[in-house]
């Protein structure tokens, strides 16, 4: 019983870690996946004088996707009441061109005002609106909710690495007196310690084998998919063969180096 308690609070800690691993794996899909769908719906608008080479302007920016001609029939529709149709073709030629730019992923406010210098510098360009005020408070929330799950994730990692370490010591001190004798036998360090490396490899593969289920079962619910939907996004929640060869082998290599240091420590002791 003691045994299985002990083994239990082992995997339960390397599960902690693998699961804010996880965590921030997927916010990190799901905001990157946002900010593809804000590039989509976002654009910067140009006025022009004259008419751009487009093909000119999208080599000179490489933030720049594709450049629209807007049409301002929508906009004379509106004010053609009672003009005629020479007053309207006039009225076309001496309006400004307008041009949305399509941008290649969702910019920074630093990247959107050095874009809107750079294109200010063309005298036939008379205004840029980037529609700062929107973009800056969406890219600063986005900001924000990552570095409050990484400062998490982070804190839940050294934590845990803390419990971990903890419970091999107590494994340790269960075992001192065989490795004690086997020591004095010659036998080899490594083989004086085999029970907690077996240990730390064992409960490694039982947590990271939690983990592969738990995440599984997340990522196949429905209701994940229904809130991921909402928001207008697609994301991979769990990749069964990256996403656990990363759980596996930050498992083992986490609770082997720790068995290793608790090992080293003892000998030094000794």
């Not at 490396?197 to 229904?226: K, P, Q, T």
Request: net charge positive; aromatic share 10%.
């Amino acid at each position: 019983m003691k045994s299985l308690k002990n083994h239990l609070s082992l995997v339960v800690a390397l599960l902690s870690i693998l699961f804010s691993l996880q965590t921030f794996i997927i916010v990190d899909r799901s905001i990157n996946a946002y900010k593809d769908n804000l590039a989509n719906n976002y654009s910067i608008v140009a006025v022009s004088q004259k008419t751009l080479n487009a093909n000119i302007i999208i080599n000179q920016h490489k933030l720049i996707k594709k450049i629209v001609l807007l049409s301002p029939d929508k906009v004379i529709k509106k004010l053609n009441h009672g003009i005629s149709k020479k007053n309207i073709d006039l009225l076309k030629l001496s309006l400004p061109k307008f041009y949305k730019l399509v941008l290649v992923y969702y910019p920074s406010p630093s990247e959107v005002n050095n874009l809107t210098k750079a294109l200010l510098r063309d005298t036939s360009v008379i205004k840029v609106e980037t529609f700062s005020k929107s973009h800056d408070t969406t890219y600063k929330l986005l900001l924000l909710f990552k570095t409050v799950i990484s400062v998490l994730a982070f804190s839940v990692g050294i934590v845990t690495i803390l419990l971990i370490s903890k419970e091999l010591k107590i494994w340790q001190f269960k075992h001192t007196e065989r490795m004690n004798i086997m020591g004095l036998f010659g036998a080899p360090t490594w083989l004086s310690s085999a029970v907690l490396f077996r240990l730390a490899f064992v409960d490694a593969l039982i947590a990271s084998a939690f983990a592969f289920v738990i995440f599984s079962y997340i990522a196949s619910s429905v209701w994940v998919e229904e809130q991921l939907s909402n928001i207008g996004i697609t994301v991979i929640v769990f990749d069964p063969i990256l996403d656990f060869g990363v759980m596996l082998g930050l498992a083992l290599l986490l609770s082997t180096l720790l068995a290793t240091l608790i090992v080293i420590s003892h000998k030094e002791e000794v």
